[in-house]
C-alpha cells in the first residue's frame, strides 16, 4: 500500500525551471533517506540528488549547482528543483525511499518523464 508518486514533469525548453514532486503515502518521509534518479531509454538509472533524514544533501557532479532537493515533512512530500535545464537532462525520474538502517525497506514510485528540448 506504500506510494511514491511522482509529479511535474513535462516538456521544457533548454534553460528553462522544474520542480519535480514526490508525494509519499503509508511511509513518513522524515522517516527516510530520499533520492531522486533519472533513467534515459537504453541507458542506466543514475541517482541524481539524495537527502537525508537529518538533511544531509548529495548531487551528482552533472546537476551540482542547478538542481535542489528537498523535503517538505509537513506535505510529506520530496521535491527536485530543477534549473537551467539541458538536454540532456531529459529522462524519466524517479522517487526512492530506504530506511536507513541495515537491509531496511526500499520503495520506488512509477516516475515522471522530463523532456528538455526547443
Known amino acids: 500500500q506504500v506510494q511514491l508518486v511522482e509529479s511535474g514533469g513535462g516538456l521544457v525548453q533548454p534553460g528553462g525551471s522544474l520542480r519535480l514532486s514526490c508525494a509519499a503515502s503509508?511511509?513518513?518521509?522524515?522517516?527516510?533517506?530520499m533520492d531522486w534518479y533519472r533513467q534515459a531509454p537504453g541507458k542506466q538509472r543514475e541517482l541524481v540528488a539524495s537527502?537525508?533524514?537529518?538533511?544531509?544533501?548529495n548531487y551528482t557532479d552533472s546537476v551540482k549547482g542547478r538542481f535542489t532537493i528537498s523535503r517538505d515533512n509537513a506535505e510529506n512530500t520530496v521535491y527536485l528543483q530543477m534549473n537551467s535545464l539541458k538536454p540532456e537532462d531529459t529522462a524519466v525520474y524517479y522517487c526512492?525511499?530506504?530506511?536507513?538502517?541495515?537491509?531496511?525497506?526500499?520503495?520506488w514510485g512509477r516516475g515522471t518523464q522530463v523532456t528538455v528540448s526547443s
Open positions: 537527502i537525508t533524514t537529518g538533511g544531509r544533501t
Open positions: 526512492n525511499a530506504h530506511l536507513p538502517t541495515y537491509r531496511g525497506a526500499q520503495y
Open positions: 503509508v511511509i513518513i518521509v522524515s522517516y527516510y533517506n
